[in-house]
């Protein structure tokens, strides 16, 4: 096909705003919709190249697909690898390497669903993670030759095959996508199924080749480029993305390729656009790398220098290896499709190794263990679980520890509850009691509480909540409960970090437009507390407090290695006072909730904090996993104060 300079154009905004978002996310909150106007240029060209090619060859196409992707992506990936090796902890290495292969066999889209969100925290930990977009691009690339075939056997005019299209695929996704956004938003983000409307609205652009007036083109174009530029500027990451507001940025992209006005609008955006493959896969490898060694977040001049870096890396890369998709030999895809195989390979070794032998943190593996969560589920407790319930477990959280003694004590709870199984279990074993897991994952296990997340639906919560409590009544040798969850989090959110007033404020104000209010969360834990305070079986219950969350990753205390200035170690503690902030309205309701009942109450900051801090690192043990789970050393310095108080000593 003719080449396209306003198209490049419109490559060249869509990265820089994918790019600004990455590294400024406060001056473009909604850069991340670049990826939409991606997906509906690679829907037009894809299609105007199969509708251009006399007696389309789904080898030849297949072909040039590996020598355009191919080239720039693999040295990402090893680079990647290597920087990983040397630099990151042994749970960042195997993420990585998942991801690697994951990306390789462009499925990296399906691997996030099950992870952190686009926009959590842990993302910056992910130099990869913006590959998910190819995942979805590629994974359109190989359906829709096949589809456009079939149609063509249909009806053979391109009016035809774009309404076959836009009945099969674009409509029905885009359906999909709303009713999967309302549902879990995280599937929807990076799911091809509700984002494939996107990229067939790019193709339908391609089969209706009916163009614009050229008096009205610029018109069109200018309205198109706005619609974009308007979703980046007052987009957020707190709407429920993609649904219907996908629609402007889409429509914009859709407008201005339409408008097709074919010249210059800025030629160094167009330059940009030019490198905007090369300049996509290394911007976010390299701003991540340095969240990871800088910890949290970089100055701005280490961002700046890192987009500068990405820019150059990126022109190297359209000016050398990318030139390898015109080369005439016949050995350049097979040997592409081999390195992406080879590079599979390794990172699906990596990501399932289970001893970290390198030399370089030999000399922290101690205090590395503390870093890794103990496992999720076990055989005997989801044996128990469904000999009481007659059901098929779907406790996220389930484990056991003398699954058969006559006295247990019950850990109950969201994720925070599964920390302390580490340290509880301990101290209940040395007497002779068994200990039982039972918790969800980001979903609170109070009665009537009808609560739902990116992660967990509302049926789902309710049933896991369900099965949970057939097991508490019906296992008559649990004596003991402990209830623990991140109490806060389900009506205010995350605080943005670095932690001060304003930002903590910030999170409490989203209270007040959240359907899950703090008194709809205390209203349920007042009826659960009060169902579990007349069962006869169960001697003590306590309650706990939310234990102090760290506004950086405790892992960074220790300094990465090649770190002579000790720019990687963050500080090891808290202000106290953010804690109080944060925690006290929460303590103080809860506290006022349970004051006339048999509940106690345990609060962890009165064993992790002095008046002064609240430590991440004490004793040259790492006391959380992340930033608000506790590790198995943290686990272990609770629960033996925890202990005492549960046995009423």
Known sequence: MNYREDIDFLRGIAVSIVVIFHAFPGILPGGFVGVDVFFVISGFLITSVIISTPNFSLLSFY???????????????IIGLFIAWNVFYFDEL???????????????????????????????????LHLWSLSIEEQFYIIWPFLFLLFRRWGTS???????????????????????????????????????????????????????????RPLIAYLGLSMILISAVFYSDSMAYPGHYALLPTIGAALFIFANINKTIARPISEVGKISYPLYLWHWLILSCAFVYFFDRPSNLILMVCIGVSLLISAISHLTIEKLRWHSSKLVSPLLILSFVLVAIVGYTVSKSTVDNRPIFLAQQEALKDLV?????????????????????????????????????????????????????????????????LANSGCPPYLEYDWYNHRVSRSECQDQRQQIFKV??????????????????????????????????????????SEFSDQYLYESISKTMATVSRVENFKNVIFLLE???????????????????????????????????????????????LKDSTIKIFDPADF???????????????????????SVSGSKLVSKELWQILRNR
Not at 63 to 77: N, Q, S
């Open 63 to 77: 072909d040039r697909r590996v020598r355009r992707i191919a080239p720039a992506l693999i040295p990402v990936m």
């Open 94 to 128: 195997k993420q990585f390497a998942k991801h690697v292969w994951r990306s390789a066999t462009f499925s990296l889209n399906y691997a996030l669903i099950a992870e952190d969100g686009y926009f959590d925290t842990q993302s910056h930990l992910k130099p990869l």
């Open 158 to 216: 391109n009016m035809s095959i774009g309404i076959q299209l836009a009945l099969i695929i674009l409509i029905p996704s885009f359906i999909l996508n709303l009713i999967l956004t309302g549902e879990n938003h995280q599937a929807a983000f990076f799911s091809t199924v509700a984002r494939a409307w996107q990229l067939s609205v790019g193709a339908c652009l391609a089969l209706f080749t009916h163009k614009a007036k050229l008096k009205t």
């Open 373 to 437: 969560r103990t496992g999720a589920r076990d055989a005997d407790c989801a044996e128990l679980v469904a000999k009481l319930t007659n059901e098929k477990p779907i406790v996220p959280y389930c484990r056991s520890s003398l699954a058969d003694a006559t006295s247990k004590v019950a850990i109950v709870g969201d994720s925070h509850a599964h920390t302390l199984f580490a340290g509880l279990s301990e101290q209940a074993s040395a007497e002779g009691i068994g200990t039982l897991l």
């Open 472 to 513: 508490l009544l019906s296992d008559k040798s649990i004596e003991f409960i402990v209830f623990s969850t991140r109490g806060p989090l389900y009506f205010e959110g995350e605080v943005k970090r670095p932690f001060s007033v304003e930002n903590i404020m910030s999170a409490r104000a989203t209270a007040e437009t």
């Open 547 to 593: 234990n102090p969350e760290m506004d950086f990753e405790p892992r960074n205390v220790l300094r990465r290695p090649y770190d002579r200035f000790g720019f990687s170690a963050a500080r090891s503690d808290v202000q106290r006072s953010f804690h109080d902030l944060r925690m006290g309205e929460y303590n103080k309701s809860i506290t006022n909730l």
């Open 608 to 630: 992790l904090c002095d008046e002064e801090s609240c430590a991440a690192y004490k004793d040259n043990k790492i006391l959380y996993a992340d930033d608000d789970h506790l």
